[in-house]
């Protein structure tokens, strides 16, 4: 079955980076296009960025964009996401999902990795 | 970007039905979808492309559209329903927008 495991979480200064990983499985990752969707404590779902599923375009939401870089790595079953100069208020839990084919939607959620940015 | 708007909370009895809306200008050219998310727990599909069911999400949830408005439908309610609800669409930039939440309780 699909099985999707954030990883790369914690605490981290105000200014500072760090990558998120997620590791795919159960279906063929190089056919499926990828999204990074938040959730900061005790609110709603923010959607981070997409990747296609061949990498060919990447999309990313106005509070994140030229701070974050999505990515995967076909031959490691990996999504990533590289998060700079980061800020309290992306303190959250963030989500990869995998995108159904034909429209269908973000149909497999991973359990979310937590990111607190504190000083 | 756009927005989709909510309303923050929907209130039922048991077995009654429940409605959730969301509105966004986008609406009336991009597929909704919509997810439940229990405390916790990842969020979860139950509608897709306006009114499409996951397999395994039972036929009590369903979806409809009409122009700037979808709704989310749930007939029967039990409690294990009770839980956020989050509607998303994209736009034609490829980027997707979630709803504010709606949070279902069942009285």
């Known amino acids: 079955q699909v099985q999707l495991v954030e990883s790369g979480g914690g605490v981290v200064q105000p200014g500072r980076s760090l990558r998120l990983s997620c590791a795919a499985s159960?279906?063929?990752?190089?056919?499926?296009?990828m999204h990074w969707v938040r959730q900061a404590p005790g609110k709603g779902l923010e959607w981070v960025a997409v990747?296609?599923?061949?990498?060919?375009?990447?999309y990313y939401a106005d509070s994140v964009k030229g701070r974050f870089t999505i990515s995967r790595d076909i031959s490691k079953n990996t999504l990533f996401l590289q998060m700079n100069s980061l800020r309290v208020e992306d303190t959250a839990v963030y989500y990869c999902?995998?995108?159904?084919?034909?429209?269908?939607?973000?149909?497999?959620w991973g359990q979310g990795t937590l990111v607190t940015v504190s000083s | 970007s756009y927005e989709l708007t909510q309303p923050p909370s929907v209130s039922v009895s048991p077995g009654q039905t429940a409605t959730i809306t969301c509105s966004g200008e986008?609406?009336?050219?991009?597929?909704a979808y919509w997810y439940q998310q229990k405390p916790g727990q990842a969020p979860v599909l139950v509608i897709y492309?306006?009114?499409e069911r996951p397999s395994g999400i039972p036929e009590r949830f369903s979806g409809s559209s009409s122009g700037t408005i979808v709704t989310l439908t749930i007939r029967g309610v039990q409690a294990e329903d009770e839980a956020d609800y989050y509607c998303?669409?994209?736009?034609?930039?490829?980027?997707?927008?979630f709803g504010g939440g709606t949070k279902l309780t069942v009285l």
């Open positions: 492309k306006d009114a």
């Open positions: 990747i296609w599923y061949d990498g060919s375009n990447k």
């Open positions: 159960g279906f063929t990752f190089s056919s499926y296009g």
């Open positions: 999902a995998r995108e159904g084919l034909a429209a269908a939607g973000l149909a497999d």
């Open positions: 986008a609406l009336s050219r991009q597929y």
């Open positions: 998303q669409s994209a736009d034609s930039s490829g980027t997707v927008v």
